[in-house]
């Protein structure tokens, strides 16, 4: 007989968690006393739940198995919808565990009490509160199976206190085994004829659930049919930048020649992509529900078929599956030429003017392209200060992308120290607003702790950039809200056991970057640049007019 505390940890280890993120609290204490008898899996404590659930969320991203989080009841489990509402916008699997009120005091409105089955049922794949420690074993082994299968989501389960304590005679499911929706017969038949018949085919890639093998199939696969390829929005790590067939990404501030292919090709193939409003234009791009030219439309999900564009021809698979299908084709096509006309296009566009006025950061992502390692991870919040490396940084074959699909401030340092944490040999660095920056600096003391310190670059402009952008095009000279007097950068990743320091000028920027990659205690550069310069090839004036 044991409690339900130590069935959950026994069961977690079956699963194969080696890593929890969370903050500690009196409702599921039965849980972490169990836990300290399972020395495989390792806690690392959080400063807010909030930055707990974004690394949840990163790690999942980043490995492809459910992030685990664990949060105590009310304010807690609020304070981590963020990164919930992160992993399902971004269909990245994870599980956040939440101590619940004892189911005796259920429904009294007692101490932190929240209905979780109405508070995250609109944004998480399923939630479930465990009544019995007999059912702890089964809806374990559910919960990862439904975060991990066809597209990949968060689980919320809630964990009453009493249940928690009482004893079952229960034992761990197995290791749950995923079966990946393939494509059939006739679909890749179809698909086939569908590119006989175009002559400026054009593929969206995107969504979650790729695999290392599967993105390697997609980059065979177009590079020996010769075909265009864009990214849907932060998903540009999915196939190799520098391949002949990349022609950018389909996200925010799309370029003129990708919108202008996009209304050019004569075949849209939307590889597991969900549609999102960014890639879409806020849904403008293309006439909805029928886009105006042949659709093939493939996702993990059959839910997502059919939900915004009807298919010319939907496939219910996987990426990986499809992809080690379609690696096995020759289509034939005559469109080479179109598409090295698109990638010339692309590499047109990563040219920047120079700026003279505080940190140009073109220079710095130029000096950056050459001097990070090809598994370099980069991380990022939200803010315009994530254009250089987004629209501007060339991921190779082995570097990773960590971003928010929900637009979410605050992301790009959890995820950074969650990514240090499960690779510590790989360069990680997170680009950060100032702005952004303020949301979740607390973390620093996380990775301090857990001696997962990444490389962070505060890119300081005094201003929301993003939202003063808005201000100046819809109501010039008319600006509120937006600026901001920040503290001293330096000295607090200083306090936390960072090397910190303050650059000014362009000039300065690659001494300083190889003093933060020789730190041992993680780096911060704080870079001190002109709110004037809001993107990179338009100034706050140049909106305003």
């Known amino acids: 007989m044991q409690t339900g505390g130590q069935i959950l940890a026994d069961c977690l280890t079956t699963q194969g968690v080696k890593t929890i993120f969370g903050v500690p609290g009196e409702s599921y204490l039965a849980v972490l006393d169990a836990l300290l008898d399972h020395k495989d899996i390792r806690l690392i404590g959080n400063r807010n739940e909030g930055g707990a659930a974004f690394m949840a969320c990163a790690h999942g991203q980043l490995t492809g198995q459910p992030g685990i989080c664990m949060v105590t009841r009310g304010p807690g489990a609020t304070n981590a919808s963020i990164g919930v509402h992160s992993a399902m916008q971004g269909s990245i699997p994870m599980i956040l565990f939440i101590g619940q ?13 929240v209905d979780y089955k109405a508070f995250f049922g609109p944004i998480a794949k399923w939630v479930i509160e465990i009544d019995s420690p007999e059912r702890i074993p089964e809806i374990i082994a559910r919960a990862f199976s439904v975060a991990q299968s066809g597209r990949p989501g968060p689980v919320v389960i809630a964990l009453p206190e009493n249940m928690l304590r009482r004893k079952a005679a229960a034992k761990p499911a197995p290791k749950v085994k995923l079966a990946e929706a393939a494509p059939t017969p006739d679909s890749i038949y179809d698909l086939q004829k569908a590119f006989a018949r175009a002559e ?21 696969f177009t590079e020996r049919n010769h075909l265009p390829v864009a990214s849907a929005f932060r998903f540009q790590d999915l196939l190799d930048n520098h391949s002949p067939s990349y022609i950018g990404d389909a996200g925010l501030g799309k370029t003129p020649a990708l919108k202008a292919a996009l209304d050019e090709a ?78 010339a296009a692309y590499m047109a566009s990563m040219a920047l003017p120079a700026r003279k006025n505080g940190i140009d950061m073109g220079a710095v992502i130029a000096y950056l392209q050459g001097r990070l390692p090809e598994d370099a991870i980069l991380t990022n919040g939200a803010g315009n200060f994530a254009i250089w490396h987004n629209k501007f940084f060339q991921y190779g074959a082995e570097a990773r992308l960590l971003a928010p699909q929900s637009g979410a401030m605050g992301y790009g340092l959890p995820a950074a120290i ?49 939202i003063k952008m808005h201000q100046e095009r819809e109501y010039p000279h008319r600006t509120s809200f937006t600026d901001i007097k920040n503290p001293d950068f330096v000295a607090i990743a200083k306090a936390y056991g960072f090397q910190a320091e303050t650059v ?11 003093r933060a990659a020789a730190s041992t205690t993680g780096a911060l550069i704080e870079l001190i640049t002109d709110p004037e310069n809001i993107t990179p090839k338009a100034t706050l004036s140049d909106i305003r007019g």
Request: hydrophobic share 40%; glycine share 10%.
């Open 101 to 113: 009120v004892g189911t005796d005091m259920r429904g009294r409105e007692a101490f932190q009490e």
């Open 266 to 343: 004569d075949l849209i193939f939307a590889l597991n992509i969900r549609f999102g409003e960014n890639t879409t234009d806020g849904y403008e791009i293309f006439n909805v529900p029928q886009i105006g030219k042949p659709l093939i439309h493939s996702h993990a999900s059959d839910l997502e078929l059919g939900k915004i564009y009807q298919a010319d021809l939907p496939i219910h698979a996987g990426p990986n599956a499809l992809c080690k299908a379609l690696v096995q084709l020759d289509l034939n096509g005559s469109w080479q030429s179109w598409t090295e006309a698109q990638h």
């Open 504 to 514: 000014r000028e362009t000039l300065d920027f690659p001494a300083a970057f190889s």
């Open 200 to 220: 400026r085919p054009l593929l969206l890639i995107g969504g979650g659930g790729w695999s290392a093998d599967g993105r390697a199939s997609l980059q065979a």
């Open 418 to 466: 969650a990514a240090k944490a499960e690779y510590p040999e790989r360069m990680v660095v997170c680009f950060a607003g100032d702005g952004d920056f303020q949301m979740n600096m607390q973390e620093l003391g996380t990775a301090m702790q857990a001696e997962a310190q990444p490389i962070v670059i505060v890119v300081n402009n005094g201003t929301y950039g993003t």
